[in-house]
């Protein structure tokens, strides 16, 4: 009976133990990615029409881009 005790009062003080219980750092943020900057679709495509540049910004817009 007393090993019973024992044994739950040593489980009890290591899972409220302060150093179990701090907070973990969180991860640093990714910088944005480097197509953020680039306003265009790239530099290796050729100069498109208006009408293109509109469906390149719906297509980014519906794929959730931003």
Known sequence: M???IVVGLAILAVSTSPVL???HTAKPKA???AAASAP???PMMAPGSAKDREMYMKNKHDSGMK
């Open 21 to 23: 219980a701090k907070k």
């Open 40 to 42: 265009g679709p790239g």
């Open 2 to 4: 007393k090993k019973i």
């Open 31 to 33: 910088p944005p990615a």
